[in-house]
């Protein structure tokens, strides 16, 4: 396996479920990434981790929780959800979280609908 | 309020020919800009990465030019193929911000 793996590929959950998207970069970076891919709309940057420890949180409402067990693996924990919440979730990794290192690698997304 | 804005609608090109795609943006000071390619439902593909001190970045059929005085960043494929339609999307770094900033994308489509 190589690059970034995401699953699972499509989720379908209803408000009241909990369920966790999974992320695997095999590349030896540093830094992860979670984003939400809506139609029409520029990627929103949900969070950063850079060497296991969170770096940033772009105000993501909490019923979305991410875990950075070690450097190549993220999860992001979903539990009562909103159907605005249905999106492409997109996981990225970079060699490092600063300027220079910041060519992004991305995993093919988890499509996400809640009912 | 800080934007960036490509074009919307999507571009549709005659195969061979030059396709420009183009990334304005306001209120930053960028460092970085970069290009990214976006086939559907896959993520993603990093394609150019160009300086705010340099004026042109060239890969294969690709060029890359970035203005900080226009606020733009134009992206051209030369000699292009139906296999060159996808999602163009443009992102920026700044000095002071390590989080890519993007664009909505500009969706090419090359005509055999």
């Known amino acids: 396996e190589t690059g970034v793996t995401q699953t699972p590929r499509h989720l379908v959950m209803g408000m009241t479920n909990k369920k966790s998207l999974k992320c695997e970069q095999h590349?030896?970076?540093?830094?992860m990434y979670w984003y939400k891919q809506s139609a029409k709309k520029p990627l929103e940057l949900m969070f950063v981790?850079?060497?296991?420890?969170?770096?940033e949180n772009n105000s993501v409402p909490s019923r979305f929780s991410p875990e950075c067990p070690n450097s190549s693996h993220l999860f992001l924990h979903l539990h009562t959800l909103q159907p605005e919440d249905s999106a492409l979730y997109l996981c990225?990794?970079?060699?490092?979280?600063?300027?220079?290192?910041?060519?992004?690698?991305f995993g093919p997304g988890t499509r996400l609908t809640v009912l | 309020s800080q934007k960036i804005e490509q074009n919307s609608e999507a571009l549709n090109i005659q195969e061979g020919k030059t396709a420009t795609l183009t990334c304005n943006y306001t209120?930053?000071?960028?460092?970085?800009l970069q290009w990214y390619r976006q086939d559907p439902g896959r993520g993603p593909v990093f394609l150019l990465l160009?300086?705010?001190n340099e004026k042109e970045k060239r890969k294969e059929r690709l060029k890359v030019t970035f203005d900080t005085t226009l606020k733009q960043s134009l992206f051209h494929i030369t000699a292009s193929q139906p296999a060159d339609s996808a999602t163009y999307l443009c992102?920026?770094?700044?000095?002071?911000?390590?989080?890519?900033?993007w664009g909505a994308g500009t969706k090419l489509i090359i005509k055999p």
């Open positions: 990225a990794s970079s060699q490092g979280a600063s300027a220079e290192d910041n060519e992004q690698f």
């Open positions: 590349l030896g970076h540093n830094a």
């Open positions: 981790y850079s060497l296991e420890e969170r770096v």
């Open positions: 209120n930053y000071s960028p460092a970085y």
């Open positions: 160009i300086r705010e």
């Open positions: 992102a920026l770094l700044t000095d002071s911000n390590y989080q890519l900033i």
